[in-house]
């Protein structure tokens, strides 16, 4: 999974720059990150990006948790970009780009 997470963070910066300058009309910018709780549990989420400065991305809970609790959906999040796993872009007719780690898990998931 490694180079999957490597590959999102390196291409990282052109997503953010599209941020920064403002998306298209109905664009989202999601990333994805490791959340933590107090018993050293970790579970991957969406995070809704709201905001990018000075290292640090802000935005909100964008996943219905399981594992790590003390988080719910919408709640605020931030984190160092250092930290980032993945990222993708959503358009209003439903397709994204990025998503590079995303789409790695979802190729690899067993068939119910």
Do not use: C
Not at 38 to 56: D, H, N, P, W, Y
Not at 81 to 106: C, M, R, Y
Request: charged residues 25%.
């Amino acid at each position: 999974m490694k180079p999957y997470v490597e590959q999102a963070q390196r291409t990282f910066p052109g997503a953010k720059a599209r941020f920064m300058a403002g998306l298209q009309k109905g664009q989202s910018l999601l990333v994805t990150a490791r959340l933590y709780d107090e018993r050293g549990k970790s579970e991957l989420a969406f995070i809704s990006v709201t905001r990018i400065q000075g290292g640090i991305v802000e935005g909100r809970v964008w996943s219905n948790l399981n594992v790590v609790t003390i988080y719910r959906f919408r709640d605020r999040y931030a984190f160092p970009e250092a930290q980032l796993v993945d990222w993708l872009i959503t358009s209003p007719d439903g397709t994204e780009e990025g998503n590079v780690f995303g789409k790695f898990v979802d190729s690899h998931k067993v068939p119910k």
